[in-house]
């Protein structure tokens, strides 16, 4: 069975200082990761996806399927950054449904 | 366009009372999803539909729990009988052909049960 796992519930840096948000997973396959974000009182969305291999608001992720990681980072934190985050996994191709980590709340404080 | 939205956006009901909580996803968006999240944890996937046939509800807790959508638009998760466990929010999420696994979440219901 598939499985997203999350292992930080709280990681708290200072302004400027770099990030990574951990997530490991296991598929017996070949799945499509994604890192979503929520802040304060607004929706889950999309921050990116590893088959587009962008840098969004900074941040950047990249599939390590030996480690079976895809872990999020960000070289400086900023104060926007503050917010849930939650990595997530799908099959390839076709619309499927998502497995959600746990989640990961990042606090920047300066 | 709009994006996906969901009413109500708060539900307290009492033991035993049916609910039915509706959403709306983006125009044009075949798939639709319905997800359950309790205090503390990620979402997890209770049903899924293309147009208007259910293909998986596998998520689905018990048979309690009933999701439709009758025209391939809208959609309508209902729960019978609610239980104090059913107290989670519950996500819809839309997507489109072209970019199908790009799901758009609406805001949620927060469903308290009493």
């Known amino acids: 069975a598939q499985r997203v796992t999350q292992p930080e519930k709280l990681l708290s840096v200072f302004k400027g200082a770099p990030v990574e948000l951990k997530c490991n997973y296991s598929y017996s396959g070949s799945p499509e990761l994604f890192w979503y974000v929520q802040y304060s009182r607004q929706r889950l969305q999309l921050l990116l996806r590893h088959i587009s291999r962008e840098s969004i608001k900074g941040f950047t992720a990249d599939l390590n399927k030996g480690e079976t990681s895809f872990h999020l980072k960000k070289p400086f934190a900023q104060e926007e950054d503050s917010a849930m985050y939650y990595c997530a996994l799908s099959y390839t191709g076709t619309a499927s449904k998502l497995t959600f980590g746990t989640g990961t709340r990042l606090q920047v404080t300066l | 366009g709009a994006g996906v939205s969901q009413s109500p956006r708060y539900k307290v009901a009492k033991r035993g009372q049916d609910v039915a909580l509706r959403c709306d996803p983006i125009s044009g968006h075949v798939s639709l999803f319905w997800y359950q999240q309790a205090l503390g944890q990620g979402p997890e996937f209770l049903t899924y539909?293309?147009?208007?046939?259910?293909?998986?509800k596998s998520g689905l807790p018990s048979d309690r729990f009933f999701a439709e959508r009758p025209e391939g638009s809208v959609s309508t998760l209902k729960i019978q009988r609610t239980q104090q466990e059913d107290s989670a929010v519950y996500l819809c999420?839309?997507?489109?052909?072209?970019?199908?696994?790009?799901?758009?979440f609406g805001p949620g219901t927060r469903l308290t049960v009493t």
């Open positions: 539909f293309q147009n208007e046939a259910q293909l998986d």
């Open positions: 999420a839309s997507s489109s052909r072209t970019s199908v696994n790009e799901q758009y």
